[in-house]
């Protein structure tokens, strides 16, 4: 006899087996694939929210990402500083 699965069950494993898929196809492109797999992911994951009452997810996603651009500008001077010396 076939077990009935809940929606969301369902839902929560298309979302995990989709995401699995697209980072084995963007394995070849190496990490610029899967930086675009988790951006991706991480917009999902913010409207989902959004959808659901949780608005906040965007404005966490934009600090993790102004936190990033941050680190990223630091290494980049290093870089330059490095090479002018």
């Known amino acids: 006899m076939t077990q009935a699965v809940d929606p969301a069950q369902r839902r929560y494993q298309n979302r995990v087996t989709h995401l699995q898929a697209r980072q084995s196809a963007n394995l070849a492109r190496g990490p610029k694939g899967i930086a ?3 951006w991706d992911q991480a917009r999902a994951y913010a409207t989902r929210a959004e959808r659901d009452g949780d608005p906040e997810m965007w404005d966490y996603l934009a600090r993790a990402l102004e936190n990033w651009c941050q680190q990223a500008e ?10 002018a010396q």
């Open 36 to 38: 675009a797999v988790w």
């Open 74 to 83: 630091e290494r980049e001077q290093q870089r330059k500083q490095g090479h």
